[in-house]
């Protein structure tokens, strides 16, 4: 199944920062039953694209080599709904990294206006804990992610390039 | 930092870690039992007070994952031999296991997760850090 809920980064630093968009569009098969006649993104989802541009910063800072999982959401917060045609801007920034995890602030904007706030904890576990876990032992770091990765470093580039010019 | 300063900054983490009030932690309350931790939690816990105490808590040294691992040394018909006592005392100096001891059942091992246990090992961990500091 396709899950990734970013459509592309916007700026990547590692250790630190990473913003991502996505936009939404009517045709995004959510918008049908979700909520008829009133086309809004499910919060959860919003909370995915966000753990998502947040999460590649935890997994980066230890080069992928461990599995991170979504562990828990402390805080999360929405002032208002996402509707479709508009785009949302994801800004995360890395507040803690230890042996245990990271810790993951995260804003989501419709331009200038912010719209919903979380704070995400991935935790680090071994491969034992993933099986118990999420019943999978290849579950966090997949194609799909490591495409993102290459997304997110095509991003990392481009402030350097523009500085050069 | 007092004891009972340390309490107050552990139980205020657990507060936040776990959604419990803060009448709910004594230091006696059990993290699994009395407070309702999950596997997860141990994670989140261990995370907040690094943070919250500036320190750096090395995999297993709190809370020591699958401390046995089904070693027929360690655990016989489900009770936790001599041997095992020591490996425990070992891997969890923290611990108060005069209660445990009494009746050392593998199922009792979660009740040595206790604000206790982690308020010593802060207290500890503290005064090791200033002694390195001094």
Redesign the interface.
């Given at each position: 199944m396709r899950w990734i809920w970013i459509d592309r980064f916007v700026s990547f630093e590692s250790g630190k920062s990473a913003m991502a968009v996505k936009n939404l569009s009517l045709a995004e098969d959510f918008f049908a039953d979700h909520m008829p006649g009133y086309p809004v993104m499910p919060a959860p989802l919003i909370l995915e694209g966000l753990a998502q541009t947040g999460g590649i910063l935890v997994g980066d800072a230890n080069n992928f080599t461990k599995n991170v999982v979504l562990?828990?959401i402390?805080k999360a917060s929405f002032k208002r709904d996402a509707l479709a045609g508009e785009s949302l801007t994801y800004t995360t920034t890395l507040l803690?990294m230890?042996?245990?995890?990271g810790?993951v602030a995260g804003t989501v904007h419709v331009g200038d206006e912010p719209i919903g706030e979380a704070e995400i904890?991935f935790?680090h576990?071994g491969p034992?804990?993933l099986k118990?876990?999420t019943g999978s032992d290849n579950f966090v770091f997949t194609g799909n992610l490591q495409k993102m990765l290459g997304l997110a470093k095509a991003a990392a580039k481009k402030p350097e390039a523009s500085g050069a010019a | 930092m007092t004891r009972d300063d340390i309490f107050k900054k552990v139980a205020a983490t657990l507060v936040e870690a776990l959604n419990v009030d803060e009448d709910q932690v004594t230091m006696a309350s059990t993290l699994q039992g009395d407070l309702g931790a999950e596997s997860i939690d141990f994670l989140d816990i261990v995370f907040r007070l690094e943070r919250e105490f500036s320190i750096k808590i090395p995999r297993n040294e709190l809370f020591p994952e699958s401390i046995f691992q089904g070693d027929p040394d360690f655990v016989k018909d489900g009770k936790v031999t001599a041997k095992g006592l020591s490996e425990l005392k070992a891997k969890m100096p923290y611990a108060d296991l005069s209660a445990f001891e009494k009746n050392p059942t593998l199922e009792g091992i979660s009740d040595l997760f206790t604000v206790n246990l982690i308020v010593s090992y802060i207290e500890s961990k503290l005064a090791s850090g200033a002694k390195a500091a001094a």
């Open positions: 562990a828990k402390g803690q230890s042996e245990v995890g810790l904890f935790a576990v034992e804990q118990e876990l | -």
